[in-house]
């Protein structure tokens, strides 16, 4: 019963968290930017016509109510009809469509934003259930993830992001649970599933997750049989609904911005996979778009994962494993960290994994716990303090998020190296992060293990 009383409690948290980006706006002129109005008007469209041509939406400009500015074109013409679908998979617009219809734009955020307390209310449950965590640790770790960047912001920023995080803490959960059974197997198949239908770039995770689903049945002929043989026909519909409704084997088939280059230049044509290397630390430490230098709870995400690693509990090495697949292609397959969105967007999927790190810290010692409550406290600080500012017109959530007068964010600035404009001091900073970085994660294995 205490478990579940703190997930509610820090599902609840999560909640108005996100809902404090409610009114915030991305850019100058626009409550949405980027990919957002795309997924909306697909939301619409589908709420309306039961289709994924977002043509008579655009002529209609049915997004003015969200983007006053004239739409970025993302979408070509493909055939004599006139047809036009956004390059974007349709899970998330599958799943704003009736709340689009209903409510328009705030009803969909509003959606989001539950589904934000939803997957903090499971992260919680999670940490002390599977993970063994005390329930009052697990809340204050898993409540200060939720409160700050990046976990508030995306509780309502119309990216798929929240609802892939739910989906691999879902399978997560399902996959280590103590009395097995078809319907956890099946779920957590399912929620395995559902990630490349949220996006292609959550594959990877996806694959992860359904490597450990297969290893937990090695035992079990049938059952193996099954769930391989689901896994199969689930990537063969994913592939032929792809090419009867993008052309392609992605979602990019249909993407303006890939027509000379092809689909799968959406990684980028010219890839330097060492650039691309100082990424592993800078989406922590970077000055701009970090994790920590928003939500500095986040500086104990090595420790804590280090802590989770060691742990005994059924989903260590499938938690591990998430988090380094998912931190992986953040790194070297995203085009870039440093993007037209709020800090942190290419790793919310496996935040909260990670947040179940933060509390075996937070679980660990009293005064453990009352750095990672003060550290959450901070981030949720300068997430109240943007989400304040874009919604009064003095910054915006994309654009000079920086500029932001959150103090604890200008105080931490000029510790962390900047990795947008990197220079040979930046290089030396950020190389001293990693060092102390991977110190952390060491050291925290081996305080998890002593208590074996």
Partial sequence: ??????????????????????????????????????????????????SLDVSDEIAARRFAGYHELDLDGQTMVLDDGGREVSPHDPLLPAILAVPMRAGGWRAAKTTLAVIAGIT?????????????????????AVG???????????????????????????????????????ATRLGALAATVALPWLAVKYVPVAAVLGAALLWSVRRRRRTLVVIAGGAALAGLAYLLAHRLWYGG????????????????????????????????????????????AW???????????????ARRWAGRWPAVAVVAA?????????????????????????????????????????????????????????????????????RTLIVDFFDTAAWPYRAVRPLLPNGLHPTGASTVLLAAWAAALAASVVVGYRMARSEY
């Fill in 120 to 140: 903090a209310a499971l992260t919680t449950w999670v940490a002390v259930r599977r993970v063994g965590v005390g329930p009052a640790p697990a809340a204050v």
């Fill in 326 to 394: 998912g931190w992986l292609n953040a790194t070297f397959v995203a085009l870039t960290m440093h993007g037209w969105w709020v800090p942190g967007r290419q790793v919310v999927v496996v935040a909260p994994v990670a947040a179940l790190g933060l509390a075996v810290v937070a679980g660990r010692a009293r005064w453990l716990l009352a750095t990672v409550a003060a550290l959450g406290l901070l981030g949720a600080v300068n997430w109240l303090w943007l989400a304040r500012e874009s919604s009064t017109g003095r």
């Fill in 1 to 50: 019963m205490r478990a579940v009383l703190a997930a509610v409690a820090v599902g609840v948290v999560a909640v108005l968290a996100a809902l404090a980006g409610l009114d915030a706006r991305a850019t100058y002129g626009t409550r949405v930017s980027a990919d957002e109005p795309q997924y909306l008007l697909t939301a619409t469209s589908i709420g309306e016509d039961l």
């Fill in 249 to 292: 084997w992605t979602v990019y088939a249909t993407g303006d911005h890939f027509a000379e280059t092809g689909e799968f230049s959406v990684v980028g044509t010219q890839v330097d996979v060492v650039g691309r290397g100082r990424r592993l630390i800078g989406l922590v430490v970077d000055r701009d778009f970090g994790l920590a």
């Fill in 295 to 309: 939500s500095p709870v986040w500086f104990l995400a090595p420790l804590g994962v280090g802590m989770l690693a």
């Fill in 144 to 182: 200060g993830a939720f409160a700050g960047i990046p976990l508030a912001a995306y509780g309502t920023q119309v990216y798929p992001e929240m609802p892939a995080a739910l989906a691999v803490m879902a399978a997560l959960a399902l996959l280590t649970a103590s009395r097995p059974s078809w």
